[in-house]
């Protein structure tokens, strides 16, 4: 599956942005949907996942009750809604995609095989 994510950029701390990631598979049966954060030098970051098949959702505690992650597979496309954006918000955010990812396995980057180019988010204070 090849992932185009978008709707990055900077802003003031408070902001929302929405990100998306497009996905090139016709049909995302079967796949969870995540997406991820990196800052320079620390490891990559679970954030929200989404499950195409009884759309089970995975939040961050670090971003619950801030983001939402949502989905559209009919255009296969999943979205994550940030509102009241922070300074430590900003990193490098990654879709990624995965075949057959158990529950347990969905916060965990090694589970997802396919990553999109990641977006850059910055937040000033």
């Known amino acids: 599956v090849q992932l185009q994510a978008s709707g990055g950029g900077s802003v003031q701390s408070g902001a929302s942005l929405r990100l998306s990631c497009a996905a090139s598979?016709?049909?995302?049966?079967?796949?969870?949907m995540g997406w991820f954060r990196q800052t320079p030098g620390k490891e990559r970051e679970f954030v929200a996942a989404?499950?195409?098949?009884?759309?089970?959702?995975a939040i961050a505690d670090s971003v619950k009750g801030r983001f939402t992650i949502s989905s559209d597979f009919a255009k296969n496309t999943v979205y994550l809604e940030m509102k009241s954006l922070k300074a430590e918000d900003t990193a490098l955010y990654y879709c990624?995609?995965?075949?057959?990812?158990?529950?347990?396995?969905?916060?965990?980057?090694?589970?997802?095989?396919?990553w999109g180019q990641g977006t850059q988010v910055t937040v000033s204070s």
């Open positions: 598979e016709r049909t995302l049966h079967g796949y969870t």
């Open positions: 990624a995609a995965g075949y057959g990812i158990i529950t347990s396995a969905q916060r965990s980057a090694a589970a997802y095989a396919d």
């Open positions: 989404i499950r195409r098949s009884g759309g089970t959702i």
